[in-house]
């Protein structure tokens, strides 16, 4: 059964978007990630606060078939649909 309806992500947009605006600036100016992947993406959030700091950054994010695409915060080509109950193989690496 797949939990993650419209109201969850409208729960989340809410109350936890805020999140990686704070928090990704810290970690970007750290570690200056050429590429990142987010397992368990969702909606991008994350991945979004991390092309705002920088658009050349190449991103990655993974997550089910659950996903309204309509409401990735990511390009749609930024994003795949993965089961992570399972070894994900990918043809690139990521900082």
Known sequence: ???YT???YNWLDREASRDP???MPCICKWLKPRSVVDFGSGEGH???AVRQL???VDI???DGEWVYKSRLRIPEE???VAD???PVHLNAKFD
Do not use: K
């Open 1 to 3: 059964m797949n939990n």
């Open 6 to 8: 419209a109201e969850f």
């Open 21 to 23: 605006e704070i928090i």
């Open 46 to 48: 994350w991945l979004n």
């Open 54 to 56: 920088n658009e050349s």
């Open 60 to 62: 990655l994010g993974l």
């Open 78 to 80: 930024s994003f795949q």
């Open 84 to 86: 992570l109950s399972r």
